[in-house]
């Protein structure tokens, strides 16, 4: 079982630049990657951006690379989303999601466990 809270969303200024917080507890060890995606209204869920726990390996959609930077704080067991240079299209909530490795009789499995999201809004 994995929990996990996002935190750091707010409202802010095109151009402007906000950090997300997401704090995973629980079987935490057992986590894969983590990620983040996001969801305008009306919009399908989209992917942002992903990290591989064990090695920082680090994956951008393209439409954020150069200015959006996910990192890890392992000792924490939290991990952050630097936007920079935000755009009023990026407004949504963003969640932060963590894949989960599961050993079931012999058999291993993966399953995603997602927070409750965080309202991000950029004005023009």
């Known amino acids: 079982q994995v929990q996990l809270v996002e935190s750091g969303g707010g409202l802010v200024q095109a151009g402007g630049s906000l950090r997300l917080s997401c704090a995973a507890s629980?079987?935490?060890?057992?986590?894969?990657?983590m990620a983040w995606f996001r969801q305008a209204p009306g919009k399908e869920r989209e992917f942002v951006a992903r990290?591989?726990?064990?090695?920082?390996?680090?994956h951008y959609a393209d439409s954020v690379k150069g200015r959006f930077t996910i990192s890890r704080d392992v000792a924490k067991n939290t991990v952050s989303l630097q936007m920079n240079s935000l755009k009023p299209e990026e407004t949504a909530v963003y969640y932060c999601r963590a894949a989960v490795r599961l050993l079931v009789s012999r058999a291993e499995y993966e399953y995603d466990y997602w927070g409750q999201g965080t309202q991000v809004t950029v004005s023009s």
């Open positions: 629980g079987r935490t060890f057992s986590i894969l990657t």
């Open positions: 990290i591989t726990c064990s090695d920082g390996m680090t």
